[in-house]
């Protein structure tokens, strides 16, 4: 059984940063590419950054290109999210997510990930 516990999450002024930690348990880590996705009320969930198993590529949506940093670190089971320069327009439910098979290449839409955490709340204050 896959089990992702994000953590991190807060309050935070606009300017400000956080780092969110996704830690993942139930199989190999490292073989597999993660995710996250963010939700913010009445809206879509929508991705945010992802990284490649082996490499770690890593992929950005164009509203957080250059402020936000995805990571892993395959001996801890955790994928990281910081997130600098944060705007109002970030807060949201972020959610980490990770795909049933490995190996394969890096998702950027919900569609390609089965499993998911349950999220934790940012909120951006102006």
């Known amino acids: 059984q896959v089990q992702l516990v994000e953590s991190g999450g807060g309050l935070v002024q606009a300017g400000g940063s956080l780092r969110l930690s996704c830690a993942a348990s139930g199989r190999t880590f490292s073989s597999y590419a993660m995710g996250w996705f963010r939700q913010a009320p009445g809206k879509e969930r929508d991705f945010v950054a992802a990284?490649?198993?082996?490499?770690?590529?890593?992929y950005y949506a164009d509203s957080v290109k250059g402020r936000f940093t995805i990571s892993r670190d395959n001996a801890k089971n955790t994928v990281y999210l910081q997130m600098n320069s944060l705007k109002p327009e970030d807060t949201a439910v972020y959610y980490c997510a990770a795909p049933k098979l490995p190996l394969g290449s890096v998702g950027l839409t919900r569609a390609k990930y089965d499993y998911w955490g349950q999220g934790t709340q940012v909120t951006v204050s102006s």
């Open positions: 990284i490649s198993w082996g490499v770690g590529n890593t």
